[in-house]
Structures are given as C-alpha cells and as structure tokens.
C-alpha cells in the first residue's frame, strides 16, 4: 500500500543553479589561484624597482650583446633578461632581437615589438620570452628576404613564450597566433607556426627572477612566480583533459573506439555491426519486457535521480514496450494464429517463436541483412519496404532499432547525455540478447 | 570526520561512463564539476527541501553542500559512491543549520481549515505531511528521509548521521509509527 507521505512534494532546483554554484566557486577560490593580479603588481614592483636603479641610464635606444646573463632596462616600462649569446637594439617601443634568448617584462599598457629575422612578437603588458637561435639566425639575418633564406633555415626558429598576459606572434609571411599565458608559439624560417607545447617550454630557461643570484631574483616572488605556474599547468591540463572527452565523444559519434574501454558492450558502433556480420551475429539490448516496470526508491538513488523521476522512467518503459509490441504483436499473431495468445507471449517469448519458424539459412539471411543495415551498407527499409521483409528480419530490425528509440525518448525528459548514461546504466531493467554466429546465447 | 568515514567506506556501484567524470571532478576540473552539479542538484534539493521545509534557505544550503563538495573532492575516491558522500554532506549541513536556527519552520496551516474541494486535497496533504514531520526529531526526521526518499541503505544512514544502526532502525520505525498516525485520515479518505 501507498504511505500517505509518498506525496511529499520535492523541492525543485532553482533555475540556474549550476551557474550559481561556479560564481560561488569562482569567488571562493584561494588567492593563490588568482594569480594574474599579483602578478601583475610583481611586476609593477620589479619595474618600479629597477626603474629608481636606472633612472640616470634609461636609454631611449641602444644596442648590446651579452657575454654573460644581463638585465637590461630598456625604457621606464621595459626590462629585458639577456642571456649569454643574446642580441638587441631598441628605439622606443621597438626592439630589434638579432639573436639569443631574452625575457622581457612589460608594464601592463605598453606597447613593445620584438622584430627577429623569423617573425614579430607584439605585446601590451606582459611577460614573455623570445629565443632565436643565435648562429643559424645570424644566417637567416644575413639573407634576410633572400629566396634562399628558407632553404638554409631548415630547423631553425623564433620561440615566444608567455608567462603572463597576451602577445601576438607573427611569422615573417603573415602568418599570425596570439598566445595567453602558459603558451608558446614557434616560427620556422618558412614562416610556419606551431604550438610548443610546456615540455618545451620547459627546455628553456625560467624567468630570471626566479634564478637565485640573477639580478631582481627575490624568494617571495620566486615562490609567486611558481604557484602562478603551477595554476596555468593546471588550468592548461584541465583544458586539455576536456578536449580530450570531446574528441573522444566526436569519435564515438562518428563510430570510431575511443580506445578507452568505457563504452558499453551493447553501445554498438557501426564498426560493431560489421564485425558481427563477419560472424553472423545480432545483439541487442531493450528495455526489460516487464509489465508496468518502474525503478524503486533504491534503484532511483542509484541512477542518481530523483524519486519523482520515477514516473518518467515508467512511461518511457511503456513507450517502448507498446513500440516493440506494435511490430512484434501481428507478427506473433500471425504466426501462432492468436492475437490473445500472442498478448499472453509476450516481445521474449514472440521473438523466439518467430526465430524457430524460420530455417536455418533464412535466419541467417535475415541476421545478415539487419546487421548490415545498422553497420550502415545498407540503406533502413520504411514502413511499407519493412513489412515486404521476412517476419524475422522485422522482428530484429525492431530489436536492434528500439535500443536508440529509448535513449531518444529518455532525451526528451533527461537530455541528451543523462539519456546516455541512463540508457547504460546497470539500474535500469534492460534485457540483453544475442543471437547466431558460432555460439548462440540468449 | 564522518565524512572521512564515508569516503573510504562508500559503496562502488559507480557507473564505468561517470568515474572519470569524478575523476575530473577530484582534479577540481570547473567543466566537470558543473556537469556534477546538474546531476545531484535534484537530490540535494529534494534532501534539504524535506529536511528544512520550504523557504529560501534550501537553495542557500544547497550551494553550501556543493562549495564544501567542491572543496573535498581532493579527498573523494571516485570509486566510491558520490551521492551517499554527497547526502552526507547535506545532511550534515541541514543538521546543523536546524540546529543553529532552532528552526522556525514556514508556518504550517491548519489542514482542518482548508477546503476540501479536490483543489485543495493536494495542498491539504502536503501541509499535513510538512506539519507532522516537523513533530519528529532532527535526528528521525533525517533516518526518514533518507531512507524513504533516497532509497539509502540502514547501513548507509548509520554512517552518515554517526549512529548505531540498531538506533537508525529505532528512529527510522519510531517516525514512521508518527507519520502514519499524523496522516491516518488521509490514508482513509484516499482508500474510500
């Protein structure tokens, strides 16, 4: 008997509520994930710093070749890190990179270009690193716009790293990326670009501040400057984590394996179907042929949901059962001569009824015909070409159509997704058959 | 404490298609995590709904057991059993937030002053049910709830609200011996 209190009205989210969770979360994060503006006041700091140190000698222009690592305050709001081997010239905002590898800091707001013999790095406000390699890009230098630049420039390349704000990389032939924080960019002498990715980022060598007896090098801000990195490899690996479910859910759309062992066995790709046609085999999985089935309190908390849904999941039961029915029914029927025994049957039992009156071969024919239709070598029959097939190639096709027909039907109540997982979902009542090939089970 | 309990101690009936989602969700990853969100919301409304009543409050808790879930899922093993680790959590949180409150709970109207047109046969109930809860203990009201609505096991409720089993049985039996005689008219009227 019903309890009086199963009426209890549920509490429904309120709209939006995901939402308001992850501004809830965005502003609860610890300060040492939010790094950019500390970072950016570090950076004021250093600048502010080095600027009263070179006051006397901030140079509008000039040029200089580094024998050892030099720090270099270029303008009021510029600093450059040069390492050994390194070499520039500036005139106001623009800076010309014949060689090496430096870092640069950049006061938020100022405009700086780096021009190399490979490319342009431009920024406004930032930290980043541009390295050329010194020998082969004096001889890009020496070519420069020369047609056999390219050929002698194989392998070499201007790398921009980022470690903080926004730059714009842009190869000699026009070609153009922008690159935030935690990324690198790198340009051949072709004027190709490619990502780097950290690994080689990593090669290089860290921010100078952060080298103990480099020059601005300071614990505090060493310990910033990691924990700021550490928050980008994170956020870059979340990235990459959910690029990844992505591009594994395309190529499960597509029909392809995912190659990671988390698809169901009866989530059948068209691969899946060729494969069983090699074998002569049918597999399906439907929805348990159970009158008035529903999940209980115990298998809805299972599936995660709510105890209300328990009545959508009824109906689309009932959908499906009375779908199934309405292919399998007259068929049964005719085949037993009672629509009443047919009714008494039942999908299961009908299915095999059907299967032993045909001979062996025309099982097969029909095992075949269907597995090539879900493998997608042959066009699905409509109503009118179904009912021209034999009454075993109609039950099966009905079979291994109604597994989606479900998943479609939970769609409209859960979404795409949660029908998924739910059409899976080892809570729900579904029935699993395979028939034919070398070893026959139901 | 007890949750630490329960993240060891879960049940492993996690679906092969939602691990690596909480697994994603235990390395703090945002897009996870709102996919987490959107299915248990209805769970953790429907636990705080029935264990506070109705009123603002439930959605303020909620976001309270999602901030707290999001913040422990470093120690959450995605093997184990999310919603019993996460009806923990809010059932921990309404506990104490009736506690704190001493709640005054909406107030509840007479039922015998509702007309008893079919209109209002609904919302009779419904008052009548909020209004003979609200007579059980935190601690039954909590056992009740999770048992009758979240399908949890005698064991499971045991570890969440940190008592023996035998006294979650006591509790669980003690209220639904009220609810029955709270809601006894309405068990005749809808029978005749």
């Known amino acids: 008997?019903?309890?009086?209190?199963?009426?209890?009205?549920?509490?429904?989210?309120?709209?939006?509520?995901?939402?308001?969770?992850?501004?809830?979360?965005?502003?609860?994060?610890?300060?040492?994930?939010?790094?950019?503006?500390?970072?950016?006041?570090?950076?004021?700091?250093?600048?502010?710093?080095?600027?009263?140190?070179?006051?006397?000698?901030?140079?509008?222009?000039?040029?200089?070749?580094?024998?050892?690592?030099?720090?270099?305050?270029?303008?009021?709001?510029?600093?450059?890190?040069?390492?050994?081997?390194?070499?520039?010239?500036?005139?106001?905002?623009?800076?010309?990179?014949?060689?090496?590898?430096v870092f640069y800091r950049v006061d938020k707001g100022t405009p700086l270009e780096v021009e190399t013999a490979l490319g342009s790095v431009t920024v406004g406000g930032t930290c980043f690193r541009v390295r050329l390699d010194s020998e082969e890009a004096r001889k890009v230098e020496d070519m420069k716009y020369t047609s056999q630049a390219a050929s002698l420039a194989v392998g070499i390349a201007l790398t921009a790293i980022v470690y903080e704000g926004r730059v714009a990389l842009a190869s000699k032939n026009g070609k153009k990326i922008d690159l935030v924080a935690g990324e690198g960019a790198r340009a051949n002498a072709a004027g190709d670009l490619e990502s780097v990715s950290e690994g080689a980022g990593a090669k290089l060598s860290r921010d100078p501040s952060r080298t103990p007896g480099a020059p601005g090098f300071d614990w505090g801000k060493a310990v910033a400057g990691y924990q700021?990195?550490?928050?980008?490899?994170?956020?870059?690996?979340?990235?990459?984590?959910?690029?990844?479910?992505?591009?594994?859910?395309?190529?499960?759309?597509?029909?392809?394996?995912?190659?990671?062992?988390?698809?169901?066995?009866?989530?059948?790709?068209?691969?899946?179907?060729?494969?069983?046609r090699e074998k002569g085999q049918v597999k399906y999985q439907v929805p348990c042929d159970r009158k008035g089935w529903k999940p209980s309190s115990s298998d809805l908390a299972k599936l995660a949901l709510a105890p209300e849904d328990g009545e959508a999941i009824a109906q689309v039961y009932s959908r499906?059962?009375?779908?199934?029915?309405?292919?399998?029914?007259?068929?049964?029927?005719?085949?037993?001569?009672?629509?009443?025994?047919?009714?008494?049957?039942?999908?299961?039992?009908?299915?095999?009824?059907?299967?032993?009156?045909?001979?062996?071969?025309?099982?097969?024919?029909?095992?075949?015909?269907?597995?090539?239709?879900?493998?997608?070598?042959?066009?699905?029959?409509?109503?009118?070409e179904r009912e021209r097939l034999n009454p075993l190639a109609q039950t099966f096709l009905a079979l291994t159509g109604e597994g989606k027909a479900f998943e479609r039907d939970l769609a409209d109540k859960f979404g795409a997704d949660e029908a998924h997982r739910l059409a899976f979902d080892k809570n729900l009542c579904m029935g699993k058959s395979t028939f034919g090939g070398p070893r026959s089970e139901k | 404490m007890l949750a630490a309990r329960t993240l060891s101690g879960g049940m492993s009936n996690v679906s092969s298609l939602e691990q690596p989602m909480l697994e994603r969700c235990v390395r703090q990853d945002p897009e996870a995590f709102r996919w987490f969100v959107g299915r248990y919301q209805r769970a953790v409304f429907s636990l705080l709904g029935r264990m506070l009543g109705p009123g603002a409050q439930v959605e303020d808790l909620a976001q309270e057991v999602f901030l707290r879930a999001y913040r422990g899922f470093g120690a959450f093993d995605p093997k184990t059993n999310a919603i019993t680790w996460l009806l923990t959590i809010a059932t921990r949180l309404a506990l104490d937030e009736r506690k704190r409150r001493k709640l005054s709970l909406a107030p509840i109207e007479d039922a015998d002053r509702v007309p008893a047109s079919d209109k209002w046969k609904a919302r009779e109930l419904g008052l009548a049910i909020e209004k003979a809860a609200n007579a059980l203990s935190d601690d039954q009201r909590a056992a009740f709830v999770l048992l009758e609505f979240h399908g949890l096991s005698i064991a499971e409720i045991s570890q969440i609200v940190g008592a023996p089993e035998n006294t979650v049985k006591t509790r669980i039996f003690r209220a639904k011996e009220h609810m029955r005689a709270a809601l006894s008219s309405f068990v005749e009227g809808s029978a005749s």
């Open chain 1, 320 to 384: 499906s059962k009375d779908r199934l029915w309405s292919t399998i029914g007259p068929l049964c029927t005719k085949a037993i001569g009672s629509a009443s025994a047919a009714e008494i049957l039942g999908s299961d039992a009908c299915t095999h009824l059907i299967l032993n009156q045909e001979n062996r071969q025309s099982a097969s024919d029909a095992f075949d015909l269907v597995a090539r239709i879900r493998a997608g070598e042959v066009a699905e029959p409509n109503g009118k």
């Open chain 1, 228 to 276: 700021k990195e550490l928050a980008e490899v994170e956020e870059r690996q979340a990235e990459v984590e959910r690029e990844l479910a992505e591009a594994k859910k395309a190529l499960l759309k597509a029909g392809g394996d995912a190659g990671n062992g988390d698809r169901p066995e009866y989530d059948l790709s068209k691969d899946d179907w060729r494969e069983m």
């Open chain 1, 1 to 101: 008997m019903k309890e009086p209190w199963a009426d209890w009205k549920v509490h429904e989210p309120t709209p939006n509520f995901a939402d308001k969770v992850m501004d809830a979360i965005a502003r609860d994060r610890p300060q040492a994930r939010s790094w950019r503006a500390p970072a950016i006041v570090a950076s004021l700091a250093v600048a502010a710093a080095l600027g009263g140190m070179w006051v006397s000698q901030r140079p509008t222009s000039g040029a200089i070749t580094a024998d050892a690592r030099k720090e270099v305050q270029l303008s009021s709001h510029v600093v450059a890190v040069l390492e050994p081997g390194a070499s520039i010239s500036w005139k106001g905002a623009h800076i010309d990179q014949r060689a090496g590898d």
